[in-house]
């Protein structure tokens, strides 16, 4: 039973460029959580998608930053015009009912550095 | 806002020595309460969790967690741990039902031979 996977695992783009991270939840899971990890912090919400909703986006930048989770295919998080700040770890994760009373499981993160 | 303290930040221990790890959030309701671990190059995986019922739970590799509540604390311990234990452990919160996960900055974990 595959667990969440993340793509690309690394990604290094220059500022102004537009970076685009993937999730695919667990086999079974229609919930989805991004989430942000900065130098030295813990994790940080950032939103919570269902398939083709937008639940909860009370942690994403008012700008740059958009989700989505399409009917068909993975979630995607799009950064666009990065800048160094964005450099971070994104986590995806996966639920099967909602966040609040189950346990969300974690993909192995995409690294960003923004040169 | 909910927040989420863990202290202690990095922390250095032989093999067979006790950890306890504290955690301390500041939400005044209903709780949901994670301890994830975040081995060198893996993602973050659950070590145990606590929804309701005993106080004490138990986990996986010998961790268990005591939620006080009083205290507004689940903190982590494990007896006697070993060098595969070395890793980053973050406590997480949950609270009044919502769907946001609130994380702890994470105690960074080395456990020396």
């Known amino acids: 039973n595959a667990g969440v996977m993340q793509n690309p695992r690394h990604l290094v783009r220059r500022r102004g460029q537009e970076a685009r991270l993937r999730c695919s939840p667990m086999?079974?899971?229609?919930?989805v959580y991004w989430y942000r990890q900065l130098p030295e912090e813990g994790l940080k919400f950032m939103v919570y998608?269902?398939?083709?909703?937008?639940?909860?986006e009370s942690g994403m930048p008012k700008e740059r930053f958009s989700a989505e989770f399409p009917k068909e295919g993975p979630s995607i998080l799009r950064i666009q015009q990065v800048v160094r700040g964005d450099s971070a770890a994104y986590f995806c994760?996966?639920?099967?009912?909602?966040?609040?009373?189950?346990?969300?499981?974690f993909g192995p993160g995409t690294r960003l550095t923004v040169l | 806002a909910q927040s989420v303290s863990q202290h202690n930040h990095h922390v250095i221990l032989s093999e067979a020595a006790s950890l306890e790890l504290g955690c301390n959030y500041s939400y005044g309701g209903t709780v949901n309460l994670f301890w994830y671990v975040q081995y060198p190059g893996q993602h973050l995986q659950l070590l145990l969790k606590y929804f309701s019922g005993d106080p004490l739970v138990k986990g996986i590799k010998g961790f268990e967690a005591e939620f006080i509540k009083s205290k507004f604390s689940f903190n982590l311990r494990k007896p006697s741990v070993q060098w595969s234990d070395t890793a980053e452990y973050f406590c997480?919160?949950?609270?009044?039902?919502?769907?946001?996960?609130?994380f702890g900055k994470g105690n960074q974990v080395v456990v020396i031979p």
């Open positions: 997480a919160v949950n609270a009044g039902g919502n769907n946001r996960l609130a």
């Open positions: 994760a996966s639920s099967s009912i909602r966040g609040g009373t189950d346990t969300q499981y």
């Open positions: 086999k079974g899971h229609s919930h």
């Open positions: 998608l269902q398939k083709e909703n937008i639940i909860d």
